[in-house]
């Protein structure tokens, strides 16, 4: 069974659409995470979540929403998508939320037309 | 995050070790040096992570100085498959906000 799962893994859309990236972790970890890798290969955080609560929101526009219905689940929903939204998204989980390793998917490649 | 500088790439000979360097002279006593790796369109791996001491594990070594200002982390048996991007990270102590930077790209040779 995959760690950290998350689908798609592939996503063309238009500009201007809303789309939903979805992740699950069965590693029973309290903190998940979103990072975005854009075409420079950086990867940023965006969002990160302990048992539900969020805890770190980065600097992201607020059309990115991330949603937390457990502990196993973080999904990210994004309004009215940009080009500039173009880019590698990782969700990322660990046991807690201090000094300790993440486990990564494979990522969800987003491409907006 | 403290800030971290790696070299941009290095080279490796298949069966050779590894020795990729990281310098964090601006590292508080209480944080952490971790080591990631990220393989072509996969999502980062964790390789270890150390305070102030040696660490092995199945994958690595990590070797931090005594006034722990810079790291090296130790493949000690190259194979094609540890080719990727390398990446070492000092997050703010007390917080998992990890910062990935440039990294090593490190391309092993047959």
């Known amino acids: 069974d995959t760690a950290v799962s998350q689908t798609p893994k592939y996503l063309v859309t238009q500009m201007g659409n809303d789309k939903s990236i979805k992740c699950e972790q069965n590693l029973g970890h309290d903190t998940m995470y979103w990072y975005k890798q854009d075409s420079k290969k950086f990867l940023k955080i965006m969002f990160s979540y302990n048992n539900k609560e969020l805890i770190i929101n980065e600097t992201v526009p607020n059309r990115f929403s991330p949603k937390s219905p457990d502990k196993a689940h973080l999904n990210l929903h994004i309004n009215s998508l940009e080009l500039g939204d173009s880019a590698v998204y990782f969700c990322?989980?660990?046991?807690?939320?201090?000094?300790?390793?993440?486990?990564f998917g494979s990522g969800t490649q987003l491409s907006v037309l | 995050d403290a800030k971290t500088t790696q070299p941009p790439s290095m080279d490796c000979a298949e069966g050779r070790a590894a020795n990729l360097p990281c310098n964090h002279s601006?590292?508080?006593?209480?944080?952490?040096v971790y080591w990631y790796r990220q393989i072509h369109s996969q999502g980062p791996q964790y390789i270890i992570h150390?305070?102030?001491n040696n660490e092995t594990n199945e994958m690595a070594s990590l070797i931090i100085t005594e006034d722990r200002k810079s790291s090296t982390l130790i493949l000690p048996h190259a194979t094609l498959r540890d080719t990727a991007v390398y990446y070492c990270i000092v997050p703010k102590a007390a917080g998992n906000k990890l910062t990935f930077g440039g990294g090593t790209r490190v391309l092993v040779k047959p």
């Open positions: 601006t590292i508080s006593g209480n944080e952490y």
């Open positions: 150390g305070l102030k």
């Open positions: 990322a989980s660990s046991r807690g939320a201090t000094n300790e390793k993440l486990f």
